[in-house]
């Protein structure tokens, strides 16, 4: 009899996971290594890091132990900007094999670099992420994340295809024809932002295809905070399990984190991703399992070595060993970013969430505007939205309908009723080319 | 034969309705006529313009939303139940009325009233062959008698 790899896999388990299982103190020798040789590579070949060390007086032989990571300096995100195209590279062109950028939402974008080692790190952790997912030999992956610049669709494409899923790369769009293939290709695994996979799941029920009567049983979700109301929306609503992954292109794209079939968090691939979490306004680490800002440093990556990255996403350490036996530690799921919560009614928003709900919508993103007032000692949100000719219509009944349509989708996003008003273009004030998304008038003695 | 109608965006506060009636004054655009439809928090403005694309264009540099359907004028006999009959008559067709407004004007004992149907083809075929006058385009926007 022929055993095939799937029928051996147990679940959440490949031989490229076996990393996920070092012991503490052998990851900690390997982690020690790394570090000491990237701060090395990158004092050495960028100069933004060596005149930084040099400044506070370090060389590379004052790494002696893990804990003196906090004597290096941070790597913030203006660093990325400021240092376009090729600033913060430590490896000759002639190695990079890969570029991908992001779009700045302030102007100049930020270049990420890969050399080939690079991208068969960036493969593994993928594979290490979709086995913690379940995804396996045999399993048939609709890859819905963009395609391109976006580090998110090539990333999860790699890492499935290494794995030995068949991967369908449909990238985002498209919704109609996404339908037809999950249902037509017997799709089991969707890799996708949560607030994407929500629209295709309501496209679903316009067109009549129920989801939960397909084969698609995971969901790899990431790319946007999302919350564990949305998480059992999408499942009961797609009959699936809904992982949260984590990344970001500045460490390397999708792959720096994953939730496994526990989801008490998500493990760090800290073999390659060092993490820190720290206050964000004294920058020392916060105490252990307290909430802080996450920080990453690169141990592996060679064309673009980041050190102590500062995520800005807020998040604090899962204590206690994984029932799942994982011995990488879980860092608690993203839900915000330590620039831009808003409190209402003591629930946490953040324009990102405002931003997927109005996307999935309409499609493409209208201006909006948040507005907070406290109306008897009670929170009241507002998203003014403006009204764009696509959406337009003679007919007051489709508006309404729009505006309705508005306010479901923010509340499965954010869990909040929260009022749309929908107005006139160019209303909403526009500065130095980013809108102004918040007007918070809430005053805290009414 | 349909005619066409300029709808745009207002928010529903004061003030709102002036400056669109100024844009078009400034283009030298006449209103032939107009009904607003209006919610709690917006309201929408459709026009019949004696010059659609010009007036459109007008309010679109100004920063207006615009929107622009066929729609159908009809003679309506002046009559108690005239517009009865008429709607009876569409009634029987399968045609919707989406929503309905009148000219302020009419033309000898016939009153002139614009529709808007989900589907003008069809309304206009079943009006004529019942013998009812759908007013042509050009009249509308040049001037109906009075």
Known sequence: MIITASETATAGYHPASAPDYVPPPQLKELQLARLQYVVRRARDHVSLFRSRMEERGLGPRDVRSLEDIVRLPFTVKSDLRDTYPFGLFASPMSEVVRLHVSSGTTGKPIVVAYTKDDLDVWTSVMVRTLAACGVTQGDIVQNAYGYGLFTGGLGAHYGAEALGATVIPISGGNTDRQLMILRDFNVTAICCTPSYFLHLVDRGHELGVDIRKLPLRVGVFGAEPWSESMRRHLEADAGIEAFDIYGLSEIIGPGVATECHCHTGLHVFEDHFYPEVIDPDTCEPVASGAEGELVLTTLSKAAMPVIRYRTRDITAFVDGPCPCGRSIRRIRRIGRRSDDMLIIRGINVFPSQVESALLAVEGTLPHYHIILTREKGLDHMEVQVEVTPEVFSDKVGALEELQNKLVYALDRTIGLRIAVRLVKPHTIPRSEGKAKRVTDQRNLDA | ?146
């Not at chain 2, 003030?15 to 100024?22: A, D, F, S």
């Not at chain 2, 029987?92 to 000898?108: D, L, P």
Request: glycine share 8%; charged share 25%; with cysteine.
């Open chain 2, 1 to 146: 034969m349909k005619i066409h109608q300029l709808s745009l965006f207002l928010e529903n506060k004061p003030g709102q309705l002036v400056e669109p009636c100024r844009i078009l004054a400034r283009a030298g655009v006449d209103i032939r006529t107009l009904t607003l439809a209006d919610t709690q928090q917006f309201g929408i403005l459709r026009l019949i313009l004696a010059d659609w694309q010009s007036g459109g264009a007008a309010l679109r540099d100004a920063g207006y939303v615009t929107n622009i359907t066929e729609v159908v004028a009809v003679e309506v006999p002046d009559r108690p139940g005239g517009l009865a009959d008429l709607l009876e008559l569409l009634e029987g067709s399968g045609v919707n009325i989406e929503y309905m407004y009148a000219f302020t004007f009419g033309r000898g004992d016939k009153a002139v009233l614009i529709f808007r149907f989900d589907n003008p083809d069809r309304a206009i075929e079943v009006l004529q062959q019942a013998g009812i006058s759908v007013v042509e385009s050009v009249e509308v926007y040049n001037r109906i008698e009075r």
